[in-house]
């Protein structure tokens, strides 16, 4: 395993991510009359003279160009630890208040596919978002702008930041109630005494959704809410009931996945006893059977004997009679343990 590299000895910036989506931006600018999109595929062709009444969204699509991503940043007073968290797709989540600006790194999380990447910057009339794939994530919220849903092209910057963040909180309780939802399946499965291999597994995928949940929810809890809480400019007073609503999702998911934690905790050791119990009924079977057959072999060894003078070997009927004796002791055997429910 590569051993991690010290971020504060170098200068040079890079990606450090899977995704070959090649970079790009789609710039929308906005105010309360106007709405507009356009797609770069080069920083240069970027048109960001806007006017004064305008507001812009960055979203930027692949990270793969690190020096795109660079000079995006530079444009906005964006320093260098921030542009080196912002390629670096592993991350942990944080929320934090920059000065000038209020910078997110989160995941975007579906059913049914991996998380996606997330960092949100937020400015005084500014919002930048950086996606690691050429996913719809956040098509919604565009497509809100472009429709004015709730005068939403009349607020200020912050409220599509608080918007964008609620689309990845919301993310984080669907994706929680999801494996909520299949552990509560799991557990009818598992209160019938099931040993299904399939079930270990579905429990390990499951284990594997919520630890990287938790991984992306837990550490913005505190974080997030010192960043809303701060004294800035960059959250207008009007605005910050809708980061506290924001705040409440974010609680809730936190309750959530706690949940789920002790849901795991509570099947896989349902799912272990199950275990136990099958391989003491196995033993069970088995010592019943060893049971049966020890004075079976006991009769057997006896009269394999070499000795000379042994009066049943001269019977007539002493092979049939040394079968019979057998079964009858193999069957009293049988009933007796029956009797005593140890079938």
């Not at 660079?70 to 542009?83: G, Q, V, Y």
């Not at 598992?190 to 990287?212: C, K, M, S, V, W």
């Not at 006991?298 to 009927?317: D, R, T």
Request: proline share 2%; with cysteine.
């Amino acid at each position: 395993m590569d051993r991690m590299k010290n971020n504060l000895l170098t200068e040079r910036l890079a990606y450090n991510g899977a995704s070959d989506t090649r970079t790009h931006v789609h710039l929308l600018v906005y105010n309360t009359a106007t709405f507009r999109e356009a797609v770069y595929d080069r920083y240069q062709d970027i048109a960001f003279d806007i006017a004064s009444n305008e507001r812009i969204w960055l979203r930027v699509h692949g990270l793969k160009d690190s020096e795109f991503i660079k000079a995006i940043c530079t444009r906005f007073d964006i320093d260098f630890l921030i542009i080196q968290d912002i390629l670096n797709v592993n991350h942990p989540a944080k929320a934090e208040d920059c000065g000038n600006f209020n910078f997110l790194v989160s995941q975007l999380f579906h059913a049914d596919e991996a998380p996606v990447p997330i960092r949100i910057i937020q400015g005084k009339n500014y919002v930048i978002s950086f996606s690691e794939g050429d996913s719809a994530s956040f098509d919604g919220v565009v497509r809100a702008l472009q429709d004015n849903v709730l005068k939403i092209r009349t607020r200020s910057s912050d409220y599509l930041f608080s918007v964008l963040v609620n689309e990845l909180v919301s993310s984080f309780v669907s994706v929680a109630m999801s494996i909520s939802d299949a552990l509560d399946d799991m557990e009818d499965v598992l209160l019938t005494a099931t040993t299904d291999p399939a079930i270990n597994l579905q429990l390990q995928q499951q284990r594997r959704r919520y630890i990287e949940l938790k991984r992306a929810v837990v550490p913005l809890r505190d974080q997030y809410g010192k960043m809303t809480h701060a004294a800035s400019d960059l959250i207008a007073a009007k605005n910050r009931p809708f980061f506290n609503d924001v705040n409440d999702h974010l609680q809730n998911a936190v309750l959530l996945i706690d949940a789920c934690r002790e849901t795991l905790s509570s099947l896989t050791d349902l799912y272990i006893s199950n275990n136990d119990l099958r391989m003491n009924d196995v033993m069970k079977r088995l010592t019943i059977v060893s049971t049966i057959f020890i004075p079976l072999t006991f009769l057997a060894g006896v009269w394999g004997m070499n000795f000379e003078f042994m009066p049943e070997l001269g019977w007539k009927h002493g092979y049939l009679m040394a079968w019979c004796l057998m079964l009858l002791t193999g069957v009293v055997a049988y009933f007796i343990f029956k009797s005593k429910r140890w079938r």
